[in-house]
């Protein structure tokens, strides 16, 4: 595994958590 395989790594799971948290805060303020 090379290092850029690894930064692409943890760039994706950030970025999969960062969406999982906005959906999160959209759909609790969604809701009145």
């Avoid at 395989?5 to 906005?22: E, G, K, P, T």
């Amino acid at each position: 595994m090379t290092q850029d395989d690894r930064y692409y790594m943890i760039f994706s799971v950030v970025a999969v958590l960062v969406l999982d948290l906005a959906a999160t805060y959209v759909f609790l303020n969604a809701i009145p």
